[in-house]
DNA sequence: TCACTGACAAGGG
DNA sequence: ACCCTTGCCAGTG
């Protein structure tokens, strides 16, 4: 799966994440071969606009919400994740190995 | 064109 | 187990 265009390759992938778990940067960048995690980030910048895209269920490999000063107020992605049943504690996710969900589960 | 930046990650100290 | 450095690569000035 290499395309020219990543972003919307980083879009798909964000939308298969189920609603209650979370998943990574890297594991996405992995998954679709992009060479950096840093670019991911990039991605889902653009996709705040469109809040279509469940971009609070990114966060980085140590579990942190790295992102949300993006968001707007910046504790709504905490916000969402916890209306989700996801945990959240000074800006970690509780039980982050546990709620970890990769692309290469996605089994039809 | 060069240099710096950034929603990251892995390895070494 | 934590902190710092290095690698990464598209965007921006």
């Not at 606009?49 to 919400?65: F, S």
């Not at 959240?88 to 089994?107: A, G, H, I």
Request: charged share 20%; net charge positive; aromatic share 12%.
């Amino acid at each position: 799966m290499k395309n020219g265009y990543y972003i919307e390759e980083v879009y798909a992938i964000t939308q298969l994440i189920p609603k209650g778990r979370v998943s990574t940067y890297g594991a996405i960048a992995d998954f679709l071969s992009l060479g950096s995690a840093r670019m991911v980030g990039w991605a889902l910048r653009q996709s705040v606009a469109a809040d279509n895209i469940p971009a609070h269920r990114v966060v980085n490999h140590k579990g942190e919400l790295s992102g949300r000063n993006f968001f707007s107020p910046p504790t709504l992605m905490q916000k969402r994740l916890e209306a989700e049943g996801v945990r959240v504690s000074n800006n970690r996710v509780v039980d982050f190995e546990r709620c970890f969900w990769s692309p290469t589960e996605y089994k039809l």
